[in-house]
């Protein structure tokens, strides 16, 4: 089987959104004892966004050159990530309920855009009403065989020792047992529901805790039944090939690409904020192991795969772009070029593209500053927007075969289709690199960032700590 991509990731940009953070709409009325917008957050606290207010910013997101979104759980849910299921079948009442996310999946599809959701199928949570029944029955529990459940009572709130598996030992977290055949249908018609509603794709939450492949198999065969364009993607924060096959996942979150981007072109990398998350120690890598690395990334995976990657530089389960990075906005722009100009659909974290700070969860799931732009980083807002910008124009960074090497010191990927030539250049060094012979495209070619550094005649010299796109004049 050769794997494919559904055609439309390969023109994608993601824009990931935290619901909860992210955007709050006058429309919806609230509860009370909300956090105040902008205040730290917590890890029980809710600020009060809400998908209306998703809808009401569009035009934000799509001004990023992002024409899809990749939302965090929106499920009914008493935890604001809503990794805590409750229920499956209802959007939270937070969040809107259904008729807020009709209203986001209508707009968003008006305007061309997609939209995925988040697939939690690993564990539910101590009020879903299944788990409840047994915490309430016991061994009469019609439910008993959903769970993994060892001894009874299940201590679900202290008391002894816990009598059931629960996600990193976590009570509020009980792991579902998939191998009993109402589960998995359960969940597998979970999984059609939404596409149907209007969904786009799924990104499966720790899907390879839910260790069996034919439960995986058949998720596939059955959401591709239910929208044929579906995109399927796991978090996976390793290589991945068992999944990638093309009989299960269209893509992983790629983490081991924003790890070597880190390595290439962070100076001083907060290695203790990156330590507490899944991106670990990042190791320093000279621009030649950076493009054997990325190399290695992109011929891994058979068949299309590699344009059905989610490249990320950040999530909600990182410390944020800026925060990694401590703040040098050069680092940080090579790092989003690099981003933008490599085959897989780029995802950027919301409020990435303004500079919001913060480290590890909770740190990095801050409100977004509506009402202070003073707040923003303009100068970076505009430069996301025109990689957006470019990407959309230029297909080579879309759809292009890639050719990564080192040049001098500087890393280039070569992008290439029946549309042309692309080369994305990004030097790290403190020296001044002359671009020459494969790198470049033509004896005349332009920096498509920047138009001013554009000489002709065969040679590109590359500033220090500095980034180009480069096309044929």
């Not at 019609?142 to 001894?151: C, E, G, I, N, T």
């Not at 924003?258 to 390595?263: D, I, K």
């Not at 974290?349 to 303004?354: K, V």
């Amino acid at each position: 089987m050769t794997p494919t991509v559904p055609d439309w990731v390969k023109d994608a940009v993601f824009y990931q959104v935290f619901p909860d953070r992210f955007a709050t709409s006058a429309r919806l009325a609230k509860p009370g004892n909300l956090e105040p917008w902008g205040s730290p957050p917590t890890v029980h606290g809710y600020k009060g966004g809400d998908l209306l207010g998703v809808a009401e910013r569009l035009d934000h997101v799509q001004a990023l050159g992002a024409n899809a979104l990749y939302l965090n759980p929106v499920f009914a849910s008493t935890a604001n990530h809503r990794y805590h299921t409750h229920d499956y079948h209802r959007v939270d009442p937070l969040l809107g309920g259904d008729a807020a996310l009709e209203e986001l999946l209508d707009a968003a599809h008006a305007r061309g855009m997609r939209v995925i959701l988040d697939g939690v199928f690993n564990h539910a949570s101590r009020g879903f009403l299944q788990f409840n029944d047994v915490l309430e029955n016991g061994e009469k529990s019609p439910y008993l065989d959903w769970f993994h459940v060892k001894r009874l009572p299940l201590n679900a709130y202290g008391g002894g020792p816990l009598g059931y598996e629960a996600w990193w030992g976590l009570p509020a977290l009980p792991k579902l047992n998939v191998a009993n055949p109402q589960v998995r249908e359960f969940l597998l018609d979970v999984g059609e529901r939404w596409l149907r509603f209007g969904a786009d794709g799924w990104r499966l939450d720790v899907p390879s805790e839910i260790d069996d492949d034919e439960f995986w198999r058949e998720f596939r065969r059955r959401c591709v039944a239910a929208k044929p364009d579906a995109y399927i993607v796991g978090e996976i924060w390793e290589l991945a090939e068992r999944w990638l096959q093309g009989d299960m996942f269209h893509g992983v979150m790629n983490y081991p690409f924003a790890r070597a981007v880190y390595g290439l072109v962070g100076r001083d990398v907060d290695q203790a904020e990156a330590a507490k998350s899944g991106l670990g120690t990042i190791e320093p890598l000279e621009p030649a192991a950076f493009a054997a690395r990325l190399d290695d990334l992109l011929k891994v995976y058979p068949g299309e795969t590699a344009f059905g990657q989610l490249n990320l530089l950040g999530s909600h389960d990182t410390p944020r772009l800026a925060t990694v990075l401590r703040g040098d906005d050069v680092a940080v722009r090579q790092a989003l070029l690099l981003l933008f100009a490599s085959p897989g659909a780029p995802c950027v974290y919301y409020g990435d593209e303004i500079g919001l700070r913060g480290g590890h969860d909770p740190g990095n799931r801050g409100t977004v500053p509506w009402a202070d732009r003073a707040a923003w980083d303009e100068d970076l807002l505009a430069f996301v927007s025109a990689l957006g910008g470019l990407r959309r124009e230029l297909e080579p960074l879309r759809r292009g075969t890639a050719e990564v090497f080192a040049v001098a010191g500087a890393v280039v990927i070569r992008r290439e289709s029946a549309a042309g030539v692309v080369c994305a250049a990004v030097n790290a060094t403190d020296h001044a690199v002359d671009l020459r012979g494969r790198a470049l495209p033509a004896t005349a070619f332009v920096d498509r960032l920047d138009p001013r550094a554009a000489p002709g005649g065969g040679s590109f010299t590359l500033p220090y700590r500095s980034y180009a796109v480069l096309t044929p004049a």
